[in-house]
């Protein structure tokens, strides 16, 4: 079992930079690849950014350039360090993970944090 808690959301004007935790625990080795996906209001969710244990990461069209993901795998932990806000990165940020990666999601989710950005 693996549990996983966002935490970092939170209000932030556009042009701004913010950034996102999540702590894995309980049976963390069993993750290879952490990650996180998005779902902004009257939209579906989609990913944000991926990365594995051993560094490869990848990210969607919406927030390349912007975004920066990271992990240290000795605290389990993974971040998001989000650069250049706009009103569309206005979501509810979900940390994901699991064994393998998976574009519409992986095994274990955070119950999600907010994230607000305004003009």
């Known amino acids: 079992q693996v549990q996983l808690v966002e935490s970092g959301g939170g209000f932030v004007e556009a042009g701004g930079s913010h950034k996102l935790s999540c702590t894995a625990s309980g049976s963390p080795s069993y993750i290879n690849v952490m990650g996180w996906f998005r779902q902004a209001p009257g939209k579906q969710r989609e990913l944000v950014a991926y990365?594995?244990?051993?560094?490869?990461?990848d990210y969607g069209d919406s927030v390349k350039g912007r975004f920066a993901i990271s992990r240290d795998n000795s605290k389990n932990m993974v971040y998001l360090d989000m650069n250049n806000l706009k009103p569309e990165d206005t979501a509810v940020y979900y940390c994901?993970?699991?064994?393998?990666?998976?574009?519409?999601?992986?095994?274990?989710w955070g119950k999600g944090t907010l994230v607000t950005v305004s003009s």
């Open positions: 990365i594995t244990r051993g560094g490869f990461q």
């Open positions: 994901n993970a699991g064994p393998m990666m998976n574009n519409y999601g992986m095994d274990y």
